[in-house]
Protein backbone atom coordinates (compact mmCIF):
# COMPACT_ATOMS: atom_id res chain seq x y z
CA UNK A 1 0.00 0.00 0.00
CA UNK A 2 0.90 3.67 0.10
CA UNK A 3 2.10 5.84 2.77
CA UNK A 4 3.71 8.34 3.77
CA UNK A 5 6.65 8.23 6.11
CA UNK A 6 8.77 10.00 7.64
CA UNK A 7 12.21 8.67 6.64
CA UNK A 8 14.37 11.74 8.07
CA UNK A 9 13.94 14.52 11.02
CA UNK A 10 14.84 17.33 8.21
CA UNK A 11 11.31 18.71 7.68
CA UNK A 12 8.13 18.73 5.87
CA UNK A 13 9.72 18.99 2.70
CA UNK A 14 11.51 15.51 3.28
CA UNK A 15 8.65 13.30 3.48
CA UNK A 16 8.17 10.33 1.22
CA UNK A 17 5.22 8.60 -0.34
CA UNK A 18 6.77 4.69 -0.33
CA UNK A 19 4.87 1.76 -1.15
CA UNK A 20 4.94 -0.20 2.32
CA UNK A 21 3.55 -3.19 3.85
CA UNK A 22 0.08 -3.16 4.79
CA UNK A 23 -0.90 -3.08 8.68
CA UNK A 24 -1.48 -6.55 10.45
CA UNK A 25 -4.96 -7.02 12.72
CA UNK A 26 -3.34 -8.38 15.77
CA UNK A 27 -6.76 -7.43 17.80
CA UNK A 28 -6.87 -3.94 15.91
CA UNK A 29 -9.42 -2.83 14.14
CA UNK A 30 -8.42 -2.27 10.01
CA UNK A 31 -9.68 0.91 8.45
CA UNK A 32 -9.60 1.70 4.72
CA UNK A 33 -8.51 4.91 5.16
CA UNK A 34 -10.62 7.81 3.43
CA UNK A 35 -9.30 11.08 4.89
CA UNK A 36 -6.81 11.49 7.05
CA UNK A 37 -6.27 14.59 9.33
CA UNK A 38 -3.37 16.88 9.31
CA UNK A 39 -2.36 18.23 12.51
CA UNK A 40 0.22 19.81 14.31
CA UNK A 41 2.01 16.86 16.02
CA UNK A 42 2.74 15.48 12.41
CA UNK A 43 4.19 19.13 11.67
CA UNK A 44 6.62 18.51 14.99
CA UNK A 45 7.05 14.82 13.95
CA UNK A 46 8.63 15.86 10.89
CA UNK A 47 11.61 17.76 12.86
CA UNK A 48 11.91 15.25 15.66
CA UNK A 49 10.19 18.03 18.36
CA UNK A 50 7.09 16.18 19.39
CA UNK A 51 7.35 14.03 22.72
CA UNK A 52 6.15 10.51 20.56
CA UNK A 53 9.69 9.98 19.03
CA UNK A 54 8.79 6.30 16.70
CA UNK A 55 11.84 5.09 15.27
CA UNK A 56 12.39 5.71 11.75
CA UNK A 57 11.47 5.64 9.08
CA UNK A 58 7.79 5.80 10.66
CA UNK A 59 3.83 6.64 8.66
CA UNK A 60 2.56 9.64 10.84
CA UNK A 61 -1.13 10.03 11.00
CA UNK A 62 -3.33 10.16 14.32
CA UNK A 63 -6.91 10.97 13.04
CA UNK A 64 -8.86 9.14 10.10
CA UNK A 65 -11.91 8.26 8.77
CA UNK A 66 -12.82 5.51 6.39
CA UNK A 67 -14.46 1.87 6.40
CA UNK A 68 -13.57 -1.02 8.33
CA UNK A 69 -11.48 -3.80 6.79
CA UNK A 70 -11.58 -6.25 9.91
CA UNK A 71 -12.26 -6.34 13.53
CA UNK A 72 -11.67 -8.57 16.50
CA UNK A 73 -13.99 -11.11 17.03
CA UNK A 74 -16.14 -9.66 19.44
CA UNK A 75 -16.26 -6.47 18.37
CA UNK A 76 -18.81 -3.98 18.01
CA UNK A 77 -17.44 -3.24 14.17
CA UNK A 78 -17.78 -5.33 11.40
CA UNK A 79 -16.47 -5.04 7.62
CA UNK A 80 -17.79 -1.64 5.91
CA UNK A 81 -19.00 -0.18 8.87
CA UNK A 82 -18.14 3.48 8.46
CA UNK A 83 -15.76 4.67 11.43
CA UNK A 84 -13.26 8.09 12.72
CA UNK A 85 -10.96 6.73 14.15
CA UNK A 86 -7.62 7.81 16.22
CA UNK A 87 -4.85 5.33 15.64
CA UNK A 88 -2.21 7.96 16.40
CA UNK A 89 0.27 6.74 13.88
CA UNK A 90 -0.02 5.26 10.63
CA UNK A 91 -2.99 7.39 9.73
CA UNK A 92 -1.04 8.62 6.71
CA UNK A 93 -1.62 5.48 4.28
CA UNK A 94 -4.20 3.67 2.46
CA UNK A 95 -4.93 1.19 5.28
CA UNK A 96 -4.22 2.00 9.23
CA UNK A 97 -4.94 -0.44 12.21
CA UNK A 98 -6.24 1.27 15.56
CA UNK A 99 -7.19 0.16 18.79
CA UNK A 100 -11.04 -0.74 19.32
CA UNK A 101 -11.49 1.94 21.95
CA UNK A 102 -10.35 4.66 19.58
CA UNK A 103 -12.45 3.70 16.46
CA UNK A 104 -16.11 5.80 17.06
CA UNK A 105 -19.30 4.69 14.72
CA UNK A 106 -19.73 8.25 12.03
CA UNK A 107 -23.25 8.87 11.24
CA UNK A 108 -24.48 8.10 7.80
CA UNK A 109 -25.21 12.03 7.67
CA UNK A 110 -21.36 12.97 7.92
CA UNK A 111 -18.65 12.88 5.41
CA UNK A 112 -15.73 11.58 5.76
CA UNK A 113 -13.99 14.55 5.65
CA UNK A 114 -15.72 15.75 8.56
CA UNK A 115 -15.48 12.03 10.17
CA UNK A 116 -11.63 13.01 9.99
CA UNK A 117 -11.72 16.55 11.93
CA UNK A 118 -13.80 15.30 14.58
CA UNK A 119 -11.55 13.68 17.07
CA UNK A 120 -8.59 16.43 17.68
CA UNK A 121 -10.34 19.80 17.91
CA UNK A 122 -14.01 18.75 18.86
CA UNK A 123 -12.83 16.70 21.65
CA UNK A 124 -10.66 19.24 22.78
CA UNK A 125 -12.80 21.85 22.57
CA UNK A 126 -15.74 19.33 24.23
CA UNK A 127 -13.08 18.94 27.39
CA UNK A 128 -12.44 22.50 27.65
CA UNK A 129 -16.11 23.80 27.40
CA UNK A 130 -17.81 21.45 28.95
CA UNK A 131 -15.61 19.00 31.22
CA UNK A 132 -13.00 21.92 32.35
CA UNK A 133 -15.42 25.40 31.67
CA UNK A 134 -18.39 24.06 32.84
CA UNK A 135 -20.33 25.65 30.43
CA UNK A 136 -24.08 26.44 31.06
CA UNK A 137 -26.74 26.84 29.21
CA UNK A 138 -27.53 30.69 28.49
CA UNK A 139 -23.99 31.54 29.11
CA UNK A 140 -21.56 33.90 27.02
CA UNK A 141 -18.30 32.74 25.35
CA UNK A 142 -15.32 34.76 23.55
CA UNK A 143 -13.22 32.72 21.24
CA UNK A 144 -9.30 33.29 21.08
CA UNK A 145 -8.06 32.45 17.17
CA UNK A 146 -11.40 32.08 16.47
CA UNK A 147 -10.95 30.96 12.97
CA UNK A 148 -8.69 27.85 13.86
CA UNK A 149 -9.21 24.38 14.23
CA UNK A 150 -9.81 24.69 17.39
CA UNK A 151 -11.51 28.13 17.35
CA UNK A 152 -14.18 27.13 14.60
CA UNK A 153 -14.67 23.76 16.76
CA UNK A 154 -15.59 25.84 19.96
CA UNK A 155 -17.63 28.09 18.83
CA UNK A 156 -19.61 24.60 17.24
CA UNK A 157 -19.57 22.85 20.34
CA UNK A 158 -20.51 26.43 22.59
CA UNK A 159 -23.69 27.11 20.75
CA UNK A 160 -24.46 23.40 20.36
CA UNK A 161 -24.19 23.07 24.35
CA UNK A 162 -26.48 26.46 25.00
CA UNK A 163 -24.11 28.91 25.03
CA UNK A 164 -26.18 32.18 24.39
CA UNK A 165 -23.68 34.34 22.70
CA UNK A 166 -20.04 33.71 20.95
CA UNK A 167 -17.64 36.71 19.66
CA UNK A 168 -14.71 35.50 17.66
CA UNK A 169 -11.75 37.12 17.74
CA UNK A 170 -9.51 36.91 14.81
CA UNK A 171 -6.15 38.82 13.37
CA UNK A 172 -8.38 39.83 10.02
CA UNK A 173 -11.70 40.44 8.56
CA UNK A 174 -11.60 37.27 6.38
CA UNK A 175 -11.06 35.19 9.43
CA UNK A 176 -13.76 36.62 10.60
CA UNK A 177 -15.86 36.21 8.21
CA UNK A 178 -15.26 32.35 8.60
CA UNK A 179 -15.79 32.19 12.32
CA UNK A 180 -19.17 33.98 11.98
CA UNK A 181 -19.86 31.12 9.27
CA UNK A 182 -18.66 28.42 11.61
CA UNK A 183 -21.78 29.74 13.49
CA UNK A 184 -19.98 32.57 15.87
CA UNK A 185 -22.65 35.37 16.89
CA UNK A 186 -20.17 38.30 15.78
CA UNK A 187 -16.48 39.01 15.57
CA UNK A 188 -13.99 41.42 16.61
CA UNK A 189 -10.77 42.02 15.33
CA UNK A 190 -7.54 41.39 17.73
CA UNK A 191 -6.18 44.59 17.66
CA UNK A 192 -8.27 46.29 20.78
CA UNK A 193 -10.81 43.58 21.34
CA UNK A 194 -10.98 44.07 25.17
CA UNK A 195 -13.16 47.15 24.32
CA UNK A 196 -14.82 46.19 21.02
CA UNK A 197 -16.25 42.71 22.74
CA UNK A 198 -19.28 45.11 24.65
CA UNK A 199 -19.38 43.24 27.57
CA UNK A 200 -18.53 40.82 29.95
CA UNK A 201 -18.35 36.97 28.86
CA UNK A 202 -18.59 34.23 31.37
CA UNK A 203 -15.77 32.00 29.35
CA UNK A 204 -12.69 32.74 27.09
CA UNK A 205 -12.03 29.87 24.90
CA UNK A 206 -7.75 30.69 25.06
CA UNK A 207 -5.17 28.97 22.48
CA UNK A 208 -3.56 32.00 21.39
CA UNK A 209 -1.93 33.07 24.81
CA UNK A 210 0.73 35.66 24.02
CA UNK A 211 0.06 39.46 24.76
CA UNK A 212 -3.96 38.84 24.52
CA UNK A 213 -3.90 36.84 27.56
CA UNK A 214 -4.28 39.81 30.20
CA UNK A 215 -6.92 41.42 28.23
CA UNK A 216 -8.85 37.79 28.19
CA UNK A 217 -8.77 37.89 31.89
CA UNK A 218 -10.43 41.88 32.03
CA UNK A 219 -12.91 40.43 29.46
CA UNK A 220 -14.59 37.53 32.11
CA UNK A 221 -17.55 38.60 34.42
CA UNK A 222 -17.56 37.43 38.09
CA UNK A 223 -17.23 33.80 38.21
CA UNK A 224 -15.88 33.70 35.02
CA UNK A 225 -13.00 31.13 33.33
CA UNK A 226 -10.23 31.70 31.53
CA UNK A 227 -9.56 28.15 29.54
CA UNK A 228 -5.86 27.66 28.38
CA UNK A 229 -5.70 25.70 26.07
CA UNK A 230 -2.04 26.47 23.89
CA UNK A 231 0.30 29.25 22.85
CA UNK A 232 0.32 29.84 19.39
CA UNK A 233 1.03 33.51 19.70
CA UNK A 234 4.37 32.48 20.59
CA UNK A 235 4.32 33.91 23.84
CA UNK A 236 3.43 31.55 27.36
CA UNK A 237 2.21 34.56 29.56
CA UNK A 238 2.53 34.62 33.30
CA UNK A 239 -1.43 35.84 35.22
CA UNK A 240 -1.10 38.18 38.59
CA UNK A 241 -2.93 36.41 40.34
CA UNK A 242 -4.60 39.19 42.38
CA UNK A 243 -6.57 39.77 39.01
CA UNK A 244 -8.06 35.87 39.66
CA UNK A 245 -8.75 36.94 44.00
CA UNK A 246 -10.32 40.51 43.39
CA UNK A 247 -12.93 39.38 40.02
CA UNK A 248 -13.70 36.18 41.24
CA UNK A 249 -11.91 34.78 38.23
CA UNK A 250 -10.38 31.27 37.61
CA UNK A 251 -7.99 30.55 35.20
CA UNK A 252 -7.96 26.89 33.91
CA UNK A 253 -5.18 24.46 32.24
CA UNK A 254 -6.88 22.45 29.58
CA UNK A 255 -4.87 19.36 28.61
CA UNK A 256 -6.91 17.52 26.49
CA UNK A 257 -4.60 14.69 25.14
CA UNK A 258 -2.48 13.80 28.38
CA UNK A 259 -5.74 13.39 30.20
CA UNK A 260 -8.19 11.75 28.34
CA UNK A 261 -5.90 9.38 26.35
CA UNK A 262 -4.68 8.20 29.78
CA UNK A 263 -8.44 6.86 30.56
CA UNK A 264 -10.01 4.01 29.09
CA UNK A 265 -12.88 4.61 27.60
CA UNK A 266 -13.19 8.31 27.90
CA UNK A 267 -12.87 9.80 24.20
CA UNK A 268 -15.58 7.16 23.40
CA UNK A 269 -17.45 9.41 26.06
CA UNK A 270 -16.45 12.21 24.45
CA UNK A 271 -17.62 11.35 21.23
CA UNK A 272 -20.88 9.73 21.58
CA UNK A 273 -21.97 13.36 23.38
CA UNK A 274 -20.58 14.71 20.35
CA UNK A 275 -22.59 12.42 17.53
CA UNK A 276 -25.96 13.75 18.08
CA UNK A 277 -24.49 17.04 17.26
CA UNK A 278 -23.00 15.86 14.13
CA UNK A 279 -25.52 14.05 13.00
CA UNK A 280 -27.84 17.00 13.28
CA UNK A 281 -24.85 19.69 11.49
CA UNK A 282 -24.87 21.54 14.65
CA UNK A 283 -20.91 20.53 14.85
CA UNK A 284 -20.01 21.16 10.86
CA UNK A 285 -15.78 21.29 10.71
CA UNK A 286 -14.56 23.41 8.41
CA UNK A 287 -12.65 22.32 6.17
CA UNK A 288 -9.16 23.81 4.42
CA UNK A 289 -8.19 21.93 2.12
CA UNK A 290 -7.95 18.59 1.04
CA UNK A 291 -4.29 17.35 -0.53
CA UNK A 292 -3.77 13.71 -2.34
CA UNK A 293 -0.95 11.67 -0.58
CA UNK A 294 1.49 12.57 -2.76
CA UNK A 295 0.87 16.34 -1.80
CA UNK A 296 1.75 15.73 1.99
CA UNK A 297 4.69 18.47 1.64
CA UNK A 298 2.17 20.86 0.87
CA UNK A 299 -0.32 20.06 3.98
CA UNK A 300 2.36 20.01 6.79
CA UNK A 301 3.69 23.57 5.01
CA UNK A 302 -0.02 25.15 5.04
CA UNK A 303 0.28 24.13 8.75
CA UNK A 304 3.72 25.27 9.22
CA UNK A 305 3.38 28.98 7.78
CA UNK A 306 -0.24 29.55 9.17
CA UNK A 307 -2.21 29.71 6.03
CA UNK A 308 -4.78 26.70 6.90
CA UNK A 309 -8.72 28.22 7.24
CA UNK A 310 -10.21 25.38 9.07
CA UNK A 311 -9.07 21.25 8.95
CA UNK A 312 -6.05 20.18 6.48
CA UNK A 313 -6.73 16.92 5.03
CA UNK A 314 -4.86 14.06 3.22
CA UNK A 315 -7.35 11.71 0.63
CA UNK A 316 -5.53 8.21 -0.36
Known amino acids: ?14 VELLDVPEPAGDGKVLIRV ?15 QYQMKPELPFTPGSEVAG ?20 PLLGGFAEIVAADEQYVFPLPDSVSFEAGASVIFNYGTAYFALIERGHLQAGESVLVQGAAGGIGTAS ?9 SRVVAV ?14 ADEYVLADGFKDAVG ?12 DRFTDSLRCLAETGRLLVIGFTGGSIPEVKVNRLLLNNISAIGVGWGAYALSKPGHVRTEWDALAPHLASGALNPVISTVHP ?8 LELDQRRALGKVLLQP
Do not use: C, H, W, Y
Open 1 to 14: MRAVQITSLDGPEK
Open 34 to 48: RAAGVSFPELLQSRG
Open 67 to 86: EVISAPEGSEFSAGDRVAAL
Open 155 to 163: IQVAKAFGA
Open 170 to 183: TSTDEKGAIAVAAG
Open 199 to 210: GKVDIVVDPVGG
Open 293 to 300: LENATEAL
